[in-house]
């Protein structure tokens, strides 16, 4: 198994066949792939409609969480039930473009020789937000570049492809999702930005709340840089007895 699709999802029952058949169009030919949603809770048909979608479609798996763990747990749950050697994760509520994933590959690769952890990030520079989402959304980019120095400009885009052993190397906590690239230089790797599709979100309401993020995210940001203060990777060079 080459690559390993994660998609968290929280009552997105009519996005969910939609979002499926565009990451099977896409991919099929590819590379050999897998589709993992993860439900977190839904209180919606989310899960029967999950149910109904496994019969028709082999690639993919569904895990469930049986009350609401947040977006960061649910990556943390398919990412460790993942078989692929890769890992692309996307949004499930059908703003991030599955045919944004082979670009996001193809770029990952040309990384991988340059440093084995690294990873792509998208960067949703047209979105197709409220004028308010986007103007929170970057200030918080902007607060959190100047403080971790991630030097990415869009960490919220739930499209980034990387290795499945880097994440595993990750610290987790709640909500880390939104400082994976910080995180991932923290562990020596590279991260690099590619500029992805925007949609509009055709199905369901947003779980975005700008307030209670804020709060969240000042108390996170301190805590990744703790993290980043206490990092060091050495420079390790094997030693043989071949002359």
Not at 40 to 45: A, E, H, P, Q
Not at 182 to 189: I, T
Request: proline share 5%.
């Amino acid at each position: 198994m080459e690559l390993s699709v994660v998609v968290p999802v929280r009552n997105e029952a009519g996005n969910l066949a939609p979002l499926l058949d565009e990451i099977v169009r896409t991919l099929d030919g590819l590379c050999e792939y897998e589709i993992i949603y993860v439900d977190d809770g839904s209180t919606d048909t989310t899960l029967p409609t999950l149910t109904a979608l496994l019969q028709s479609q082999p690639r993919l798996r569904v895990l469930r969480h049986r009350q609401g763990c947040g977006q960061s747990t649910a990556l943390w749950t398919g990412i460790h039930a993942a078989q692929g050697a890769t890992i692309a994760t996307l949004d499930g509520d059908g703003q991030n473009d599955p045919a944004d994933i082979p670009r996001l590959l193809e770029a990952w690769r040309g990384l991988q020789r340059e440093n084995p952890k690294s990873m792509v990030a998208g960067y949703r520079k047209s979105r197709k937000d409220s004028g308010w989402r986007k103007i929170s959304s970057r200030i918080a980019n902007a607060v959190r570049g100047c403080v971790l120095g991630d030097d990415t400009p869009d960490t919220g885009c739930g499209l980034k492809v990387f290795p499945c052993e880097l994440f595993l190397l990750l610290p987790y906590f709640d909500h880390m999702h939104r400082f994976l690239p910080a995180l991932v230089q923290r562990a020596g790797g590279k991260v690099v930005s590619v500029e992805v599709n925007h949609r509009p979100r055709l199905n369901g309401v947003s779980k975005y709340d700008t307030w209670q993020r804020l709060g969240m995210g000042i108390v996170d940001l301190f805590g990744v840089m703790w993290l980043q203060r206490r990092a060091f990777v050495p420079e390790t060079v094997e030693m043989t007895n071949k002359t």
